[in-house]
């Protein structure tokens, strides 16, 4: 099948698998918010690596993965404590009275995104899901090509996603100067949200 069929359709399955709000996204909001689109951008870019990463485990470990229930299970646990512990974190986290945007930023930021989406582990789980689902219609993943090109585009799917919050965000801190007193707090729920839909999703 054309490589590029394959590009592509990792492409727009990641985008679309990107958009909800999620650990990188929150961090990505959140960051370019405080410190401007410089520091959502290394954000991004750190976190895209991962998504490579965690796709092409995905892909080359599906036979591993769907003969070993076991192993999905201690991510879903795993990403519940953490959507737990950032959400108690940022909930009691002080914010600062007004929203201070600039173009400056640390050089973290690049391995703030990458810690994050080393963190974002849900990407192996989604990926296996679909790649079982996209094995089933007709796509193989057992060339090492193949797998390569298709963990490419889901990376630069995700990037783009990425791209569309820091925009986002830009959007929210020249239209609303105050939001930057309830940010963590909304962070901190939205996190306590996404540990109790992980938990509701294990029964």
């Known amino acids: 099948?054309?490589?590029?069929?394959?590009?592509?359709?990792a492409l727009i399955l990641s985008l679309l698998g990107s958009l909800p709000i999620g650990i990188?996204?929150?961090?990505?909001?959140?960051?370019?918010?405080?410190?401007?689109?410089?520091s959502g951008l290394m954000i991004s870019l750190g976190a895209t690596i991962m998504e490579f990463v965690y796709t092409y485990i995905a892909l080359i470990s599906l036979d591993l993965f769907t003969k070993?229930?076991?192993?999905?299970?201690?991510?879903?646990?795993?990403?519940?404590?953490?959507?737990?512990?950032?959400g108690t974190y940022y909930f009691f986290k002080k914010t600062s009275p007004k929203l201070k945007q600039t173009s400056e930023y640390d050089?973290?930021?690049?391995?703030?995104g990458f810690i994050v989406g080393l963190?974002?582990?849900l990407i192996v789980p989604f990926w296996i899901f679909l790649g079982i689902w996209l094995k089933s219609n007709g796509m193989a993943f057992d060339d090492h090509t193949c797998i390569l090109i298709f963990s490419l585009?889901?990376?630069i799917g995700a990037f783009l996603a990425f791209?569309?919050?820091?925009?986002f965000s830009g959007f929210i801190s020249k239209k609303v100067k105050t939001i930057n007193q309830y940010?963590?707090?909304v962070v901190g729920v939205l996190f306590l949200g996404l540990g109790v839909f992980q938990l509701i999703q294990m029964f």
């Open 24 to 38: 990188i996204t929150l961090t990505i909001i959140q960051k370019t918010i405080e410190k401007g689109n410089q």
């Open 163 to 167: 791209l569309a919050y820091i925009w």
């Open 68 to 86: 070993n229930l076991a192993i999905g299970n201690y991510i879903n646990i795993f990403a519940i404590v953490i959507f737990f512990l950032l």
């Open 1 to 9: 099948m054309d490589l590029i069929y394959y590009f592509f359709i």
């Open 183 to 185: 940010t963590n707090k």
């Open 107 to 112: 050089y973290f930021d690049f391995l703030r």
């Open 153 to 155: 585009g889901a990376a």
């Open 119 to 121: 963190m974002n582990m």
